[in-house]
């Protein structure tokens, strides 16, 4: 078996338990991104007050919303993007090797040709897996509460107490999110989103730059401190996975926001403000109306939620990998490296 596929499945296995532990906070962090506030009289609440917030108008069930395209999602996004990286990390090893024969280097991946192999896969992942996300951030971002119009259609039943109209929920499921997009725009409308996803790449291929870099660095200490032990237990692994995405989402945030409000369904009222034609028109928009700091809504929660995330699918993948080894090596197979075609 290639290590490249044990990679693969590693990575998809360890992305749907970190996305199964951190979704409520996703989904409140892409509501939060995607929230519209012009005249900026809204006032400002934490991640743990709006999720109880939206348990306790809409439903604890709502937290999850689009939770079955995003576990696909994120299987097929950490299974590509894995195999893939392995595959060009493979090809890159095998490049500084030849390098070193001829004198240059001395036989490693060096920080460059890791942020090339991690951006080379990324791009791959984004391509193929981005029409999961839009239906995901569709589903994220629609509420139990008719909000586009609630304020012609509130029943008031008391003078301190209002019920705002609720839409079925059942009636709002994957089939009818795909429907949709596709009336909006047909096939092109599943790659809403995709420029600054593609930008976004920058993300992983910051996060595992600082990862392997700071894995490198701890091994060869660990060797040097322990004579050749330079064994990583799965509790640095989480710490070093959660340094490193911490780095890396500080740094993309502002592209993360731009991408959720072009993959929101859009605003079809009058106000063109709420409506983005493109990339650069949501920029020039968001700028113009909202300030600088629209570009950092919900960057607190964000920060949680990717770190955890990263952190927790480090050391799944991790361990994992590990034991799929262990497991071929003691039943006879051979683990190889994808070859290069």
Not at 19 to 38: A, G, K, S
Not at 49 to 68: A, D
Not at 277 to 290: F, N, S
Request: hydrophobic letters at 40%.
């Amino acid at each position: 078996m290639s290590d490249a596929l044990i990679n693969g499945v590693a990575g998809a296995g360890g992305g749907i338990i970190a996305q199964l532990i951190t979704y409520p906070l996703q989904t409140v962090n892409t509501r939060q991104q995607t929230e519209r506030d012009l005249k900026k009289e809204k006032r400002k609440i934490g991640a743990i007050e709006q999720m109880c917030q939206v348990v306790k108008q809409e439903g604890w069930e709502w937290l999850y919303g689009g939770l079955t395209p995003s576990l696909v999602g994120t299987a097929a996004s950490q299974g590509v993007y894995y195999y893939f990286y392995q595959i060009f990390r493979n090809k890159a090893e095998t490049a500084a090797l030849q390098s070193q024969k001829r004198g240059i280097g001395d036989g490693s991946v060096g920080m460059l040709s890791s942020l090339v192999v991690a951006a080379l896969a990324g791009c791959v992942n984004v391509m193929l897996t981005n029409p999961i996300w839009v239906v995901v951030t569709r589903m994220q971002t629609h509420t139990k509460f008719a909000e586009n119009d609630h304020s012609n259609r509130l029943t008031t039943t008391a003078p301190e107490e209002t019920v705002l109209p609720v839409i079925d929920p059942l009636s709002y499921g994957t089939s009818h999110v795909i429907q949709e997009v596709y009336d909006e725009a047909g096939l092109l409308g599943f790659w809403k989103g995709v420029f600054p996803t593609l930008i976004m790449v920058s993300n992983p291929s910051i996060q595992f730059m600082l990862y392997e870099t700071m894995l490198k660095k701890l091994k060869k200490r660990r060797s040097l401190n322990k004579q050749g032990n330079n064994g990583v237990t799965a509790l640095e692994i989480f710490l070093l996975g959660a340094l490193a995405k911490l780095g890396a989402t500080i740094v993309t945030y502002p592209i993360l926001v731009v991408k959720s409000r072009l993959q929101a369904k859009q605003v079809t009222t009058g106000d063109k403000r709420h409506h983005y034609k493109g990339t650069l028109d949501a920029i020039i928009k968001m700028i113009r109306y909202e300030g600088f700091a629209g570009f950092y809504r919900g960057m607190s929660t964000k920060i949680v939620q990717s770190v955890l995330a990263a952190a927790v699918l480090f050391m799944v993948k991790e361990e994992l990998v590990k034991g799929v080894r262990l497991m071929l090596i003691k039943d006879g197979f051979r683990v190889t490296k994808s070859k290069s075609p």
